[in-house]
């Protein structure tokens, strides 16, 4: 019974996302926003950590499967894809420095939060 209900839980997020974003006046993907949602429902305690994560460790023990669709989907514009090759190289790089520069200023503003705002050494 206990899995019925992590899976009722997690689809209730999934569909009350889905119903939001198709309200919404901007675009915001579903997914993004059920993760949104669970974060803080979990973050506020009306979701407990135990309810869901039976079934958020077996989905995420099967992580790869869930993106074999996209992988296909990619392989039925091939064509596409190889005529724009250099320009999605180009954004994938562009954007990987700027995504990987984000996250580093992330971590070390946390750990500048977490020591109180002191500074020490070389961090900001």
Do not use: W, Y
């Not at 993907?29 to 950590?49: C, D, Q, R, W, Y």
């Not at 989907?73 to 180009?90: I, K, P, Q, Y």
Request: net charge neutral; with cysteine.
């Amino acid at each position: 019974m206990n899995v019925i209900r992590q899976i009722l839980i997690v689809f209730g997020i999934c569909l009350l996302a889905t119903v939001i974003s198709g309200l919404l006046p901007f675009t915001l993907p579903a997914s993004v926003l059920a993760i949104l949602l669970l974060a803080g429902l979990l973050g506020v305690g009306l979701v407990k950590e135990g309810s869901v994560a039976g079934l958020c460790d077996f989905l995420q023990g099967h992580l790869t499967f869930l993106f074999l669709p996209a992988g296909v989907d990619l392989l039925e514009h091939l064509d596409l894809l190889t005529s724009s090759g250099a320009a999605l190289a180009a954004v994938c790089l562009v954007s990987g420095f700027f995504t990987f520069a984000a996250a580093a200023l992330t971590v070390r503003l946390v750990q500048r939060i977490q020591k109180g705002g002191r500074r020490e050494g070389t961090d900001l």
